[in-house]
């Protein structure tokens, strides 16, 4: 076994979620994943707690929405919800052998399945909690990477000081949480939105990991604008491209993207605020060199869906209150 899996695992239990003795923790892997939670569950009795691992593949969840009649597509599973409520620490292993297994789903079933499971994903919300990801043929293939290509990738995203990685998402949240307005500018792109009275979280590695991110909730009403997305991204098994977004006093006003474009407008007309921007977020992750297609700030924006899009920075410029924080992939002390 790569000896990196244990680091990750002791990451995972002893700085992200800082299990103790007592803790109750949920695991939950896809179809991969196996070993980094077998290592997990070890160094977490190490410590005295105990360990439930639920297995929830894609491809499961694939047949379960081609196979649900219409009328059943919103039970709840209430005996799910009822351990999420009995847990303390909730890790997801991101690790799919098949990107594409929820592709070419209904997108009107997908985004009722959605919602329906939005009370459970707040009940998730309000534990020690974390997101990450186990290297699998799949995500390398995503990436164009060989295997153990993208091996040396993730692992050199996670096996890190973060410490030293904190220190530089500190810095930037103080300017961010005094900061009044930001003008994001680049390929295809102008965009303006207030953040006065704003908090910003620094995403430490805590919640997600690889982590290294600053991000804020932009005032719901003020952002205007387009943007352009030059990552592609992955959303449940559904490719999307190319997105380009026109805001006008915070509300996606426009929406187009390359391929599969008919999703995008689904998701973004699931409820009332899944049109709005809910965040924005500033990358500071260094070991992050090229990019993938998987990828509390008092903000009012609630939603049953949340999809993070990526735009690169290396030839643009990102300004709060007039004064460049970011320009051209480099921050403002390194210019």
């Not at 303390?88 to 959605?114: C, M």
Request: glycine residues 8%; hydrophobic residues 35%.
């Amino acid at each position: 076994m790569d000896q990196r899996i244990t680091e990750h695992a002791k990451i995972l239990v002893d700085y992200s979620c800082q299990i103790k003795k007592g803790d109750h923790v949920v695991v939950v892997v896809e179809d991969y994943g196996q070993e980094l939670a077998n290592e997990i569950v070890k160094e977490v009795a190490k410590r005295g707690g105990t360990t439930v691992v639920l297995q929830r593949s894609p491809e499961t969840e694939r047949a379960l929405l081609d196979a649900v009649p219409e009328e059943y597509v919103d039970n709840f599973p209430d005996h799910l919800f009822e351990m999420i409520k009995k847990t303390d620490v909730y890790i997801k292993i991101q690790s799919t052998a098949n990107t594409r297994a929820l592709g070419n789903v209904s997108p009107e079933k997908f985004v009722r399945y959605q919602r329906m499971q939005k009370p459970l994903k707040q009940e998730i919300l309000t534990k020690r909690w974390c997101g990450t990801a186990t290297p699998t043929p799949a995500l390398a293939q995503e990436a164009g990477m060989s295997l153990r290509e993208y091996e040396d990738f993730v692992y050199n995203t996670i096996i890190r000081d973060w410490e030293k990685e904190a220190e530089i998402m500190y810095k930037v949240k103080e300017i961010i949480d005094k900061g009044r307005k930001v003008y994001i500018e680049g390929e295809d792109t102008e965009l303006t939105m207030s953040i006065d009275g704003r908090v910003a979280v620094a995403s430490v590695g805590k919640h997600n990991m690889p982590s290294g991110e600053v991000f804020t909730a932009p005032v719901d009403d003020s952002t205007n604008g387009h943007i352009y997305f030059d990552i592609p991204l992955v959303y449940f098994g559904s490719l999307i491209e190319d997105v380009r977004l026109t805001f006008k006093n915070g509300v996606v006003v426009e929406s187009s993207s390359s391929r599969n474009e008919n999703m995008l407008k689904k998701l973004i007309e699931t409820d009332e605020g899944s049109n709005k921007l809910g965040e924005l977020g500033i990358g500071t992750n260094r070991g992050i060199t090229t990019f993938t297609r998987y990828k509390a700030c008092n903000g009012v924006n609630e939603s049953a869906i949340h999809m993070d899009i990526v735009k690169t920075m290396k030839n643009g410029r990102l300004l709060v209150d007039g004064e460049v924080l970011q320009e051209n992939g480099k921050w403002f002390w390194e210019l």
